[in-house]
């Protein structure tokens, strides 16, 4: 019989001791103009581990995937948010999400879309009003699917790329 993702996977926030793991997964899922440099992984896991939910595959340990990202009242999204901490605000109604990473390995089961989903879950929880996010073109589709809304190109050009800005009622 073959498990669910919940059976196979801890969906839960990130632990200090997982920063190395995050920062290594960013550099294998991410070209290096796109990727969060490691300073700035270091201090969202250190001021928002509540706004970085990993899935740690039961088996072996390892972080499988992760969705993290900061809180704000800012309803668009800028490129500020993914090196500047300090406009994270724990109370804010959004968030800002800057970045689903999934190891290759894990790719093509559903896990992306079940932690965008338990974020959700978890955001609600918590009374957020927006989920934000920028994604290339290829992946709107896949983030329509997660029922995300396109609003068209975003005034991001993060790592020299054109980028979607795509949002999410909670």
């Known amino acids: 019989m073959e498990l669910t993702l919940t059976q196979k996977y801890e969906f839960r926030d990130i632990r200090p001791e997982e920063t190395e793991e995050a920062i290594e997964i960013e550099q294998i899922c991410f070209p290096p103009n796109e ?3 490691p300073k700035s992984m270091r201090e969202r896991i250190e001021k ?3 706004l970085f939910l990993v899935a740690i595959d039961r088996e072996n340990g ?7 990202g900061i809180a704000t009242d800012e309803p668009l999204f800028r490129d500020e948010f993914f090196t500047d901490i300090t ?3 724990a109370n804010g109604k959004n968030v800002m999400l800057l ?7 894990y790719r ?3 896990l992306a879309r079940e932690i965008v989903n338990q974020y959700l879950s978890r955001q609600k929880e918590k009374g957020r009003a927006l989920l934000v996010l920028t994604c290339l073109d290829e992946k ?10 396109d609003l068209g190109y975003a005034n991001s050009t993060w790592g020299g790329e054109a980028w979607h800005e795509m ?3 909670v």
């Open 87 to 89: 406009l994270h605000d």
């Open 35 to 37: 990727a969060c440099l």
């Open 140 to 149: 709107v589709a896949m983030y329509e699917k997660f029922g995300f809304k």
């Open 62 to 68: 390892k972080i499988a995937g992760f969705l993290n």
């Open 167 to 169: 949002t999410h009622e």
């Open 99 to 105: 970045g689903l990473d999934v190891r290759p390995e």
């Open 48 to 50: 928002a581990p509540e």
């Open 108 to 110: 093509r089961q559903g």
